[in-house]
């Protein structure tokens, strides 16, 4: 006899995100580019941009979790938000570390991200940024009871 299904949309909740998984997706944009860029034959340069691509994503993503568990700008994790509204939060809490997230919107979201600009230079210092903030975070977060 086969089972009756239940054509009522199941609302799916998402785990909030975390220091520890915002970690993970730097971890993944540096196994990106250690084991599929290639750099040029002076080392400057990555040759493809596709992987620098795929590498500010990651990091960009990992930096969007990190400022989420500290800050809950996005209710919904199924919403965007803008940049903007995340300046907002962070400035009324911490002015460096909006900073450090004005330059690294620059750095790995457009340059990385969209450009796939491939600098070295410019990746390495895209991961710093990511792990500044992301470490920025894990000290705001308020430790469990």
């Known amino acids: 006899m086969a089972k009756k ?17 915002a970690r993970r997706y730097v971890d993944n944009a540096y196994e990106v580019l ?28 990992g930096i969007l979790m990190a400022l989420d568990t500290v800050f809950h700008v996005r209710e919904d994790r199924r919403t965007r938000v803008h940049i903007n509204d995340y300046y907002e939060a962070i400035s009324k809490r ?3 570390l909006n900073d450090w997230v ?8 457009c340059y990385m991200n969209y450009d796939g600009n491939p600098s070295k230079k410019l990746c390495d ?7 500044r903030i992301i470490d ?10």
Request: charged fraction near 30%.
């Open 5 to 21: 299904m239940n054509n009522k949309k199941q609302k799916v909740t998402k785990k909030p995100p975390t220091i520890k998984e």
């Open 94 to 96: 911490d002015g460096k």
């Open 125 to 131: 210092s895209g991961f710093e940024y990511a792990n």
């Open 34 to 61: 250690n084991e599929k860029g290639q750099l040029d034959e002076d080392g400057i340069a990555y040759q493809d941009e596709k992987y620098v691509r795929a590498a500010g994503n990651y990091l960009w993503l």
């Open 136 to 145: 920025r975070c894990e000290a705001m977060v308020p430790s469990p009871k």
């Open 102 to 109: 004005y330059d690294a919107y620059g750095i790995i979201h």
